[in-house]
């Protein structure tokens, strides 16, 4: 069966220090891929898309990898700050349906 | 503020009852989905509509149901309710039908739903 996967323990780093989360999946096919972040009671909200044909894609701090081989995306804040602490939703769509599938997020902390 | 809102910000009702919740998409953004999230699951799918019609469906239980109106909003009605239907329910919308398209969505700040 289709599978998304996101470490459900936390990540707990430093401010400054760059925060590396992973997603993984089997048995799926996305065209794409996206990150939103969520913070407690509220909606996510949209990060960055990556599609199936690029290798990485930038915005500010952010750094979103995709490897189709590994069926992995990973996802990096660099000089990571106290206010970058939320969960952190990845999400696949095939293109040929419209709906999202999400994973069960990471949920990132970063301290003083 | 994504422009996406939903009424109401929270809801308790008993089991057995039925509720509506209501979304208001973008300006502009003819997609309309509904997701579930509680705890132990994570944020799931339940339907989308497109400019009116149904789209795509996930794992929306028969006691749910929804529709998109030609103003564009959506009401998303449960019904026979229990316990476990407690949760976050949110609305998100989107410019495109998001087939064949990257559809980046907005998500609603979330109906809380308790069931007593």
């Known amino acids: 069966s289709q599978k998304i996967e996101q470490n459900s323990e936390a990540l707990n780093i430093q401010e400054g220090k760059t925060a590396t989360l992973t997603c993984n999946y089997t048995?799926?096919?996305?065209?794409?891929l996206q990150w939103y972040r969520q913070d407690p009671g509220r909606g996510p909200v949209f990060l960055l898309l990556i599609r199936e044909n690029e290798k990485e894609k930038r915005k500010e701090r952010l750094k979103v990898t995709f490897d189709t081989t590994l069926k992995q995306s990973l996802f990096h804040i660099t000089a990571s700050q106290p206010a970058d602490s939320a969960t952190y939703l990845c999400?696949?769509?095939?293109?040929?349906?419209?709906?999202?599938?999400f994973g069960t997020g990471t949920r990132l902390q970063v301290t003083l | 503020d994504s422009g996406v809102t939903q009424t109401p910000k929270h809801l308790i009702t008993a089991t057995g009852q039925r509720v509506t919740l209501r979304c208001s998409p973008r300006?502009?953004?003819?997609?309309v989905y509904w997701y579930q999230q509680s705890l132990d699951q994570g944020l799931q799918f339940l339907i989308q509509y497109y400019n009116g019609e149904e789209r795509a469906k996930g794992n929306i239980l028969e006691r749910f149901s929804a529709q998109q109106f030609p103003d564009l909003h959506s009401e998303l009605n449960l019904s026979s309710l229990e316990l476990g239907d407690s949760a976050l329910y949110f609305c998100?919308?989107?410019?495109?039908?998001?087939?064949?398209?990257?559809?980046?969505?907005?998500f609603g700040p979330g109906t809380r739903l308790t069931v007593l």
């Open positions: 048995n799926y096919s996305p065209a794409y």
């Open positions: 300006s502009g953004d003819l997609s």
């Open positions: 998100a919308s989107s410019a495109t039908a998001g087939t064949g398209y990257a559809n980046e969505q907005f």
């Open positions: 999400a696949l769509g095939t293109g040929t349906a419209s709906k999202l599938t």
